[in-house]
């Protein structure tokens, strides 16, 4: 069982950035895809981004294509996504997860973080 925590959230302005970051309880984090998906109030949740287990390659939803990336170091079990530019319809709850597919859909992801809260004022 993989557990994982987020960090990072916070209030920022629009423009701003913010660096979130998912520590992984388990050394066979290297073998998992990790993604970022986020649900803003009265929204489902929506992908953001996935990254391979070699971080050889990583995939963004178009809304935030060119503003985030997504990395990983797999030495300290530990995911991030950097955050530039952001906008208030970033406003959400952000989830990091593991699984065994790169995948935009939600329900093929094994293991959830509790989210960490960003908010994006204009």
């Known amino acids: 069982q993989v557990q994982l925590v987020e960090s990072g959230g916070g209030l920022v302005q629009a423009g701003g950035s913010l660096r979130l970051s998912c520590a992984a309880s388990e050394r066979t984090f290297s073998r998992y895809v990790m993604g970022w998906f986020r649900q803003a109030p009265g929204k489902e949740r929506e992908f953001v981004a996935h990254?391979?287990?070699?971080?050889?390659?990583?995939y963004y939803a178009d809304s935030v294509r060119d503003r985030f990336t997504i990395s990983r170091d797999n030495a300290r079990n530990t995911l991030y996504l950097q955050m530039n530019s952001l906008k208030p319809e970033d406003t959400a709850v952000y989830y990091c997860?593991?699984?065994?597919?790169?995948?935009?859909?939600?329900?093929?992801?094994?293991?959830w973080g509790q989210g960490t809260q960003v908010t994006v004022s204009s």
């Open positions: 997860a593991a699984g065994t597919a790169a995948a935009t859909t939600d329900t093929l992801y094994d293991y």
């Open positions: 990254i391979r287990s070699t971080a050889s390659r990583a």
